[in-house]
């Protein structure tokens, strides 16, 4: 993923990308401390838990996912985004959610938008559709691929056929299929789930509650600002949030230009009873840290 600031990099090569695509295997060990070992974080006071919260699995690669566990939990919540089924049972060992699934997917740019990928995808979303709602799990996230020189209509039709083929099976087994909006401007290239509105048509038309949109909050900021209130006029289309800071990716506290507390004060005051996972890449010396003040920013 193209990061446009400086940061420090935990894993060379390392992207979101690899982390949909295959799990993290085992820690890739810590700057300080041994093997299973954990970084010193203070104990957390509690959180007010108005607005559920995780953490990407993919911004703390320093870390095995059952360290992870450990650090969500010590600061005080118990979810973590874009796991795949090979580390589901490291994280009910620890009490630790999934809160959105991933592994069925083809990647970012292959997605149901592009007809020629839908048997296939068709394919792996009716068995991973099986293996979220076996887990006890809710969320899994797909894509719309690149354009690819097509048409945003032609785009919309073919990922409303694609995903009416996995929809009926989601409805049954209670999972629900969101699908995340990108910047094509910075970080995705020729994206075509770029835009709010063309995320809300897909929506209207498959008019389905088990179909939705992660709203991704830096990714949005970048190509269409306006996010409280987006969120105030079609937040019924969000199951899920992301975090970052805006320009760069990084901490969301005061040195970027969104101002998170209000905008999770705007998503508390819809009702959301979903999740807001924080996916920023630390740039501070201390990732943990930046975690535990990006929970209590947006503890609102």
Excluded at 87 to 113: I, Q, R
Excluded at 177 to 194: A, G, I, T
């Amino acid at each position: 993923m193209s990061i446009h600031s400086v940061e420090p990099v935990p894993a060379p090569g390392f992207t979101r990308r690899d982390a949909l695509r295959i799990a993290v295997a085992g820690s890739l060990g810590l700057a300080t401390a041994g093997a299973g070992a954990l970084p010193s974080v203070a104990a957390a006071t509690p959180l007010k838990g108005r607005l559920k919260q995780s953490v990407a699995r993919w911004t703390f690669p320093q870390q095995s996912v059952a360290q992870l566990c450990q650090t969500v939990k010590t600061l005080g919540f118990d979810a973590i985004d874009l796991v795949g089924p090979d580390d589901w049972p490291t994280l009910k060992a620890h009490g630790v959610y999934s809160a959105m699934c991933n592994g069925a997917e083809l990647g970012l740019t292959k997605g149901f938008a592009g007809h020629a990928f839908h048997d296939e995808l068709v394919a792996r979303y009716t068995r991973h559709i099986d293996l979220v709602a076996d887990a006890g799990y809710r969320n899994l996230i797909c894509f719309s691929g690149n354009r690819n020189g097509m048409d945003p209509q032609q785009g919309l039709a073919n990922a409303e056929a694609g995903l009416k083929r996995i929809l009926g099976h989601a409805e049954k087994r209670g999972v629900v299929l969101v699908m995340e909006l990108l910047n094509s401007k910075v970080d995705h290239l020729d994206y075509l789930c770029d835009h709010s509105a063309w995320g809300v048509a897909l929506c209207q038309r498959l008019g389905s509650d088990n179909f939705g949109l992660l709203y991704d909050i830096y990714h949005m900021q970048i190509m269409e600002g306006d996010i409280i209130a987006t969120i105030g006029r079609h937040h019924a289309f969000f199951k899920h949030y992301h975090t970052a800071g805006v320009p760069g990716r990084n901490e969301i506290g005061d040195q970027q230009e969104l101002n998170y507390p209000a905008i999770c004060r705007a998503i508390r005051d819809t009702g959301f009873d979903g999740y807001l996972a924080q996916e920023f890449t630390p740039a501070a010396p201390d990732p943990v840290g930046s975690l535990r003040e990006a929970i209590r920013l947006c503890d609102v």
